[in-house]
């Protein structure tokens, strides 16, 4: 079982920077997918960003590519994902979530069977 918690959302102005964070804990020693997803009131729960915890390999959604970064400390067992050039279509609850995958690329969310509790990020 892997517990994941997020942290560092907020709020911030249009054009602005945010940094979110999640800590990993449980059995979490095999290789996972690691990923970020989104959810905005009305809207359907989105991916944004993904890797592999034990290759590094990242991918990104369309609406994330070049604005935003997925990272992994996986010695501190976190994982990041900095979000640059933020607009108020990112306005939504953000999740950090694992799956007992090692190939990540076009992952759903229903692959990802670990979930943390999600943090608000709101730009206006």
């Known amino acids: 079982h892997v517990q994941l918690v997020e942290s560092g959302g907020g709020s911030v102005q249009t054009g602005g920077s945010l940094k979110l964070s999640c800590s990993v804990s449980?059995?979490?020693?095999?290789?996972?997918?690691l990923g970020w997803f989104r959810q905005a009131p009305g809207r359907e729960r989105e991916g944004v960003a993904s890797l592999s915890s034990g290759g590094g390999d990242t991918y990104y959604r369309n609406l994330a590519k070049g604005r935003f970064t997925i990272s992994h400390d996986g010695a501190k067992r976190m994982l990041f994902l900095q979000m640059n050039g933020l607009t108020p279509e990112d306005t939504a609850v953000y999740y950090c979530a694992a799956a007992p995958r090692g190939y990540c690329p076009g992952l759903g969310p229903v692959e990802y069977i670990y979930w943390g509790q999600g943090t608000q990020v709101t730009v206006s």
């Open positions: 449980g059995d979490a020693d095999n290789e996972y997918c």
